[in-house]
């Protein structure tokens, strides 16, 4: 059996995600052994392999609550029905609605005629205010359903079929091809821009300003990141310092990316020009370009944090 993608293996690795760091080895350990014997004795009395070893960890239970089992810890805020349930959802929904929020809130902001400060102290209060909303109202929703839900089962109730894929060392590999595949294209596309331009008419999309300095320092971000995917497809598995190295670098280079765009030191200046030749009172083709690309960076910083949280999620692997 894969002991990459096996049920077992999806368990362990889930409950070791949930205890202390310097346990996870020997809380694996035993709960492997465990396991084994439990479903060794469900073969002996005639059950098939797969079914036995479904059983067995349906027994077991979530693997968060599991794990609070081993170290004592109560689950007690929501209760020990839904609180799994409700992390889980909780740190979801933290992830997609607060920085689709603040991105709205800055985007807003921007068609309004913000600067770039205004533009990011709009996004604070919206980061603030729909991360406390989520809090709140999912808190409110399960402690509810844990007093006067349903006592049978619910669709919030954790089955084995439940559990994350882990990933294999191929899928890190194709990962690593993934990223380098794109960084080549995008130091070839500025660096095209740079000395031969586009269309027949060779224009120059890219304000000569960025050179060299602002793209040295974007190289050099494009390049820790290629690195880091590098190491980490070596070693076989992600480190909380690894992720933090490659979430940092990713984050610096976009929402520099999108302060340089608001500060009109990105765009050529004879595209500018021609741009603001062919603006209107109502229609700021300048201002259309710079929201449109905002829109684009904020969508790619919002998928940086959904990287960011698979990242973090496997570090946590044994």
Same mark, same amino acid.
């Given at each position: 059996m894969d002991t990459d993608t096996s049920l077992v293996e999806r368990y362990v690795t889930a409950v070791a995600r949930s205890v202390p760091a310097a346990d996870r080895a020997e809380v694996s350990a035993e709960l492997r052994a465990s396991i084994a014997d439990e479903v060794e004795g469900r073969i002996v009395a005639g059950e098939e392999p797969a079914a036995a070893e479904y059983t067995v960890i349906a027994e077991l239970g979530d693997p968060i609550a599991y794990a609070a089992s081993l170290s004592g810890r109560p689950l007690v805020l929501i209760g020990p029905r839904y609180y799994a349930a409700w992390l889980r959802l909780l740190r979801l929904l933290l992830i997609i609605v607060v920085p689709v929020a603040a991105l709205i809130a800055g985007l807003v902001r921007a068609i309004g005629g913000g600067d770039v400060g205004a533009v990011i102290g709009s996004m604070i209060p919206a980061i603030i205010m729909s991360g406390v909303q989520v809090a709140f109202w999912t808190t409110l929703v399960f402690a509810v359903l844990e007093r006067v839900g349903s006592t049978g089962d619910t669709v919030l109730d954790w089955t084995p079929d439940k559990l994350p894929r882990t990933v294999i060392p191929?899928?890190?590999?194709?990962?690593?091809?993934?990223?380098?595949?794109?960084?080549?294209?995008?130091?070839?596309?500025?660096?095209?821009?740079?000395?031969?331009?586009?269309?027949?008419?060779?224009?120059?999309? $890219? /304000?000569? *300003? =960025?050179?060299?300095?602002?793209?040295? #320092?974007?190289? &050099?971000? $494009? /390049?820790? *990141? =290629?690195?880091?995917?590098?190491?980490? #497809?070596?070693? &076989?598995?992600?480190?909380?310092? =690894?992720?933090?190295?490659?979430?940092? #670098?990713?984050?610096?280079a976009m929402i520099g990316a999108i302060m340089l765009v608001w500060r009109g030191a990105v765009i050529a200046p004879d595209l500018m020009a021609r741009m603001q030749a062919a603006s209107t009172p109502t229609a700021d083709i300048v201002q259309i370009v710079n929201i449109s690309i905002t829109a684009v960076l904020g969508g790619i910083l919002i998928g940086l944090l959904f990287d960011a949280y698979r990242k973090l999620g496997l570090a946590r692997e044994v």
């Open positions: 191929t899928a890190r590999l194709s990962d690593l091809i993934g990223i380098a595949v794109m960084t080549v294209l995008l130091v070839g596309s500025v660096v095209w821009d740079r000395t031969i331009g586009w269309g027949d008419q060779h224009v120059h999309v $890219l /304000a000569p *300003g =960025l050179w060299p300095w602002v793209m040295i #320092a974007w190289f &050099g971000l $494009l /390049a820790i *990141g =290629l690195v880091v995917e590098a190491i980490v #497809a070596v070693r &076989g598995r992600w480190s909380a310092p =690894l992720a933090a190295v490659s979430i940092a #670098a990713s984050l610096v």
